[in-house]
């Protein structure tokens, strides 16, 4: 089972377009939506729900009013500034968490008197398993204000691979977050190839120098995809040439094209429409070498479907 994820140093440069088209070329994929903080992959593809999942993760604390004895204890020890106060409805003052300053480190809970704060987990949002024209999808949504985007991330790709294990599926393919924080790091440990989507921009270049060398980290095959590469050609060969420099491969280049646009607001993939940077797409699909594994799956089937004849 191959697994590609499609990262992108900074936001908005196409990464999101590229994996929907992507999951059309491919031949039963599992397409995977790791940007759970700003999630858009179901726009194009408009996935149809099958599972629903809550996702819980880390701990948050909970004043008991009729507990508390407004000590203030919990207000001294926390270091975040998550205890306040005000005025409840009898006119007297209680002490209350403010969820969104709350670090759920337990402390106040520790060291209450009156034993009067719970500390439950918390409900950080949802995972899905969906079905989808091109293939099973599994996304998430991440809460608002809420952390732990990493850990989701994990999860989504669990759940990817396992669904990919399962119904014997060759390919999953990975829309990952940008930029390269924890959710990308999370997006991109165990891949079998990453592809880093870029612009022809000095916050582009900068931006992917950065994400190649989390991929070297990692030990992980990169190839690079320059977006619009006609609106800054020598930005393009510069970028380019340091890619190749730091070990990468150049996969190919998209050029700018309104379609994008035209394609998203009729909900569909770029190489689902008659548009110039489909044709880009192709030939960047065909320069990954998954075909290859396309046209392997293919005969695999055809060998056990003629077993089963036998």
Do not use: D, N
């Given at each position: 089972m191959k697994e590609l994820v499609i990262i992108s140093g900074k936001g908005g440069t196409g990464k999101?377009?590229?994996?929907?088209s992507f999951a059309v070329l491919a031949n039963r994929p599992v397409i995977c939506d790791c940007d759970v903080d700003a999630a858009d992959l179901h726009l194009v593809l408009e996935p149809?729900?099958?599972?629903?999942h809550e996702f819980e993760s880390g701990y948050e604390a909970i004043i008991r009013p009729a507990d508390c004895t407004a000590c203030g204890v919990c207000a001294e020890l926390?270091?975040?500034g998550a205890v306040k106060t005000r005025q409840n409805n009898?006119?007297?003052?209680e002490y209350f968490i403010d969820h969104v300053s709350c670090e759920g480190c337990g402390v106040c809970v520790r060291f209450c008197p009156a034993e009067a704060i719970d500390f439950p987990e918390c409900h950080?949002?949802?995972w899905f398993i969906s079905d989808t024209r091109c293939g099973p999808m599994v996304h998430?949504?991440?809460g608002i204000a809420a952390e732990n985007s990493g850990k989701l991330v994990s999860t989504v790709r669990r759940e990817a691979r396992q669904l990919a294990e399962k119904e014997d599926y060759k390919i999953v393919i990975v829309d990952g977050p940008p930029g390269i924080g924890c959710p990308v790091i999370a997006s991109l440990t165990g891949a079998t190839q990453v592809l880093?989507?870029?612009?022809?921009?000095?916050s582009g270049e900068h931006d992917l120098e950065r994400v190649l060398s989390l991929a070297r980290h990692f030990q992980i095959p990169a190839s690079i995809c320059v977006n619009k590469w006609d609106i800054n050609q020598e930005m393009t060969a510069r970028i380019e040439e340091k890619a190749v420099a730091r070990g990468a491969k150049i996969a190919g280049r998209i050029c700018y094209d309104s379609a994008v646009t035209r394609a998203q607001i009729q909900q569909k993939a770029v190489v689902e429409i008659d548009a110039p940077s489909a044709d880009d797409i192709r030939q960047l699909w065909n320069n990954l070498h998954l075909q290859e594994v396309q046209k392997k799956s293919k005969k695999e089937d055809k060998k056990i479907g003629k077993q089963e004849n036998m």
């Open positions: 999101t377009s590229v994996t929907a149809s729900i099958r599972e629903r926390c270091r975040f009898k006119g007297s003052m950080c949002g949802q998430a949504r991440l880093i989507v870029t612009e022809p921009t000095v």
